[in-house]
């Protein structure tokens, strides 16, 4: 038998990526990258140029299926495989990203009658501002004692699917109206390949974004009544569609996308996935211990468990969320490489870009190099890494970044250093949130942007941490592990898997070279550490509630 294929398509926050991945030892043939055209759209709207309100995150559905037509060809092209070898395809996906779609599955931003109306363009996952509708979610799903909350760490994030449904119906309650249903964009685009008249949902976006549970279903219509009751049904209703595992397949390729995208029609499609779920095959990870970190503008932090555990502030825990079998628990950072690219772009002094653009470099590879002259604590900064809200474990998307500790000496490089022990320190809280509360972490994995760009963040992490870290040796994990499921969605008796533990068994890898703790340095960071959590609850736990107060002065001012 010639040798099978499958491709993995990563849709990230900027852009989306297709590989195509030898299955039989997980080889990367080819990879190519579509930027969405459209990017994140947060201050206007496309061609009616209508303004967006504060915390506003869409993005242009079209720019999804432009990454299907023009990168899957490409690696096909590239790689020289004939497409008769190429068996399945799976993706993956940022969320929650939600849009609204009518009775025939199209997005209705696509009407042009409603494409000037925020409400029916793609919700992206760093859209906050449905904060409303999600601090009303937790303070009624407490006080009804709704047995969910803990499943997700106490408090459901603005980021998820029923605040973001909730925002639709109480801003435009027409669009709402006039919604067939609301999807996670990973089903929207499997959709669109399959064709299939009945949409499925996958059970991990299904768990982790819309409080679904594999035994119990959605919350109930008493809760989502008690909500709003225009909510009763909605459940039944605008997020009706039968949900699947992971590794399932969806359905076959049509004839039309397949010529779209130069593949050969009837491949099995797999159920959709998200961006840090799928990475956690794609490096190999399949047992409980081992915290997979996806590392670049945000931070997902992926764990196995074999029990139900409450810990503080995860995004979720759910039954076969992540790799069948086991306890998938999520949590999170919100921004990570965003802070490091918001300082590059806007606090360096205009003499470290001519120092770096002189040098041949990259503001942050320059400031990394001048960073790492610096010992632990020599700097005298702290910072709180909360320039895009906290996600994990505080759950507060109303939160903001802080530096202390500045002087008239302080340096562009000294600054930068401070940022990255920032997130260093946010991952810390997690992870001791996890291991302290009896989900195990021995190991830290990661994948993504940031460990191939940064060797000083690692090394950071791997002090703070006081844990070693091995490295994904795919440049596209995510899209690796889409692969995988592809694969498994395709079958064994087609050339490709059975189950996912099998698929991560051949075709995954990590880099010989890990990080390792350095003792002296992990002696340091726990003393900033303990600084940083002093911060960390002073302005985070409600002690002083300033960064709430600045808000609400500057929306005064804004109005
Ligand atoms: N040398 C670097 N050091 C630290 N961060 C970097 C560096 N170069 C780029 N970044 C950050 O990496 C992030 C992009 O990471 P990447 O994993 O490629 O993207 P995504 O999260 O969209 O998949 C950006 O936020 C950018 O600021
Ligand atoms: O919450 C998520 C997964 O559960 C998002 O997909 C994630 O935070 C976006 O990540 P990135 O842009 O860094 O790939």
Known sequence: MSKKYAIGVDYGTESGRAVLVDLSDGTEVADHVTPYPHNVIDEKLPNSGI????DWALQHPQDYLDVLTRSVPAVVQASG?????????????TACTMLPVDAQGQPLCFNPELANQPHTWVKLWKHHAAQDEANLINEIAERRGEDFLPRYGGKISSEWMIAKVWQILNEAPDIYEQTDRFLEATD??????TGASDIVRNSCTAGYKAIWHKKKGFPSNEFFKALDPRLENVTESKLRGEVVALGTKAGELTESMAKLMGLQPGIAIAVGNVDAHAAVPGVGVVTPGKLVMAMGTSICHMLLGTEEREVEGMCGVVEDGIIPGYLGYEAGQSAVGDIF???????????????????????HEWLERHASAYKPGETGLLALDWWNGNRSVLVDTELNGLILGYSLLTKPEEVYRSLLEATAFGTRKIVDAFHNNGVEVQELYACG????????????????????IKVADSKQTPALGAAMFGAVAAGAANGGYDSIVDAAQKMARVRKDTFKPIPENVAVYEKLYQEYSKLHDYFGRGENDVMKRLRAIREEARH
């Open 51 to 54: 303004k967006l309100e504060y």
């Open 188 to 193: 929207w685009v499997v959709s669109q390949m």
């Open 341 to 363: 690219a918001w300082y590059v772009e806007q606090g360096v002094p205009a003499y470290v870009q001519t120092a770096a653009e002189q040098e041949g470099t990259n503001v």
């Open 449 to 468: 942007g940031l460990p191939q760009k940064n060797r000083l963040l690692m090394q950071i992490y791997a002090d703070v941490t006081n844990r070693e």
């Open 81 to 93: 495989v004939d497409p008769a070898d190429i068996i399945g395809l799976g993706i993956d996906f």
